[in-house]
């Protein structure tokens, strides 16, 4: 056994959920997402295999996506989730009960907030630590937490979007868009069912965006065929090069947010956002052609992070081993928004 409590990091998403445990212990990746027997209360899968069931529409099995729009949407299913990622992150049962550090976005209320208290109190955490998340992917993305002027992060996940003006370790302007990669596959569904009257799941949409990858319809001028997802006789050949256009097409509102978030800064910080640039973290990150097209829209240099889907939690990493090994600033924990409370 573990003497000592461990120190975690959590970026509880609504697609997937990244676990990281300190003294090196391998990060846990896994779709949020939990699948029980129909009718039943018996959990059959959990993780990326619950993921995989919903895409083949397993049949007598009920998919639950604990987590919506950065929020809890079921407790039971997020805490049996949760405690089957804390297992596989610590093998080894610790004597204290874990701390945890975890993101949370910048319009969390409070009453989400005591939602995810709860989850983790039911899980076995004992203390948790609240950072914005579009701190926590700043700095996991390698971006100077204390660097005097402003730089703009954009934090593009599944459910919720995050854009924040980040100077001095303090989120100085920022914004909480409910929409995401989710939106995304939802476009798809619709376009596809107009055009071509081809009914799919959201998980089948996903994967369709993935292999368009593009909102760039330059990017792309391949032909997918989704003879598998029509009865036959019906046309099941669509252009990779229009669905990028409906990606592209799904960019305006963060555009507009973006615009609307930049437009709220004074005229220095505006000049230091147009010099210093800005990141760009989250799955939505991958889609190629989106840093060129949002850089050419805005007017400002937007580059992908190293790894964008890890941003997050890495960021969360480096708090958790700062508040473990007490090797941290309170005050400056407290500029950033860092929020503490008891479970």
């Known amino acids: 056994m573990q003497l000592f409590g461990s120190a975690l990091a959590i970026d509880l998403g609504t697609a997937n959920t990244r676990l990281w445990a300190r003294d090196q212990t391998p990060m846990v990746r896994e779709a949020s997402a939990v699948a029980y027997m129909r009718g039943r209360s018996r959990v059959v899968a959990i993780g990326s295999e619950a993921r995989d069931m919903a895409r083949r529409q397993a049949e007598n099995v009920d ?3 604990p987590i919506a729009r950065g929020t809890v949407a079921s407790f039971s299913a997020a805490v049996t989730m949760m405690r089957a990622f804390l297992r596989r992150a610590m093998p080894t049962r610790p004597v204290f009960s874990p701390t945890a550090v975890v993101a949370a976005p910048a319009e969390t209320t409070g009453v989400e907030y005591r ?3 709860d ?3 039911a899980a076995g955490i004992s203390r948790v630590y609240s950072v914005p998340k579009s701190l926590a992917a700043c700095i996991g993305a390698g971006l100077p937490l204390d660097h005097p002027e402003s730089v703009l992060v954009i934090d593009l996940g599944a459910g919720v979007t995050e854009i924040a003006v980040v100077a001095m370790g303090m989120a100085t302007a920022s914004s909480s868009m409910s929409t995401g990669g989710i939106d995304i596959d939802e476009a798809l569904r619709r376009y596809l069912w107009r055009t071509i009257g081809v009914r799919m799941s959201r998980a089948s949409a996903e994967d369709i965006k993935l292999q368009v990858g593009s909102t760039d319809p330059a990017m792309v001028d ?6 598998a997802l029509t009865p036959p006789g019906v046309e099941s050949k669509v252009s990779a090069r ?3 256009g409906v990606l592209e097409e799904r960019m305006e509102p963060l555009i507009d947010e973006v615009s609307w978030v930049l437009g709220q ?3 220095k910080q505006q000049s ?3 010099g210093n ?3 760009l973290t989250g799955g939505g990150a991958l889609l190629r052609g989106l840093p060129e097209m949002l850089s050419a829209r805005l007017g400002i240099r937007l580059v992908p992070a190293e790894d964008p889907l890890s941003a997050t939690v890495l960021g969360l990493s480096a708090v958790a081993s700062d508040i473990k090994n007490r090797a941290f600033d309170e005050a400056k924990l407290l500029r950033m928004g860092v929020q503490g409370f008891h479970v």
Do not use: C, N, Q, W
């Not at 391949?222 to 003879?227: A, C, V």
């Open 63 to 65: 998919v639950v996506d």
């Open 265 to 267: 800064l004074g005229p």
């Open 272 to 274: 230091e956002i147009h």
């Open 242 to 244: 229009e669905l990028a």
């Open 115 to 117: 939602a995810l208290r």
């Open 222 to 227: 391949d032909t997918l065929d989704l003879s």
């Open 277 to 279: 640039g800005g990141v």
């Open 119 to 121: 989850v983790l109190r």
